[in-house]
């Protein structure tokens, strides 16, 4: 079964940019519904950004405009690219797919925090 490894969190100034990486163990083709989820203190787990294997793009309202979801299929990585970060984007991010080799089956990766404060 696939794994998938975030990276790229960390403490930011409101106003900052990170990025965040979701390395997939083999070919990103290999994996269906890629999309990056956050998960804050005492909420429940929200879709930020999803991608096709087309390229096609869909976004959580309250990140359009500020993040950029992205694959780089030869990396077999995920991308996500957040500016004019808030302190509500405060959370645990994690990078989802579901495995076509292993009946759909769903993969999380272990997630990384992302800390939005002054």
């Known amino acids: 079964q696939v794994q998938l490894v975030e990276s790229g969190g960390g403490l930011v100034q409101p106003g900052g940019s990170l990025r965040l990486s979701c390395a997939a163990s083999r070919s990103i083709f290999s994996i269906y519904g890629m999309g990056w989820y956050r998960q804050a203190p005492g909420k429940q787990r929200e879709l930020v950004a999803g991608?096709?294997?087309?390229?096609?793009?869909n976004y959580a309202d309250s990140v359009k405009g500020r993040f950029t979801i992205s694959r780089d299929d030869a990396e077999n990585t995920l991308y996500l690219q957040m500016n004019t970060l808030k302190p509500e984007d405060t959370a645990v991010y994690y990078c989802r797919g579901q495995d076509r080799d292993y009946a759909y089956t769903e993969v999380w990766g272990q997630g990384t925090l992302v800390i939005v404060s002054s």
């Open positions: 991608i096709t294997e087309d390229g096609s793009t």
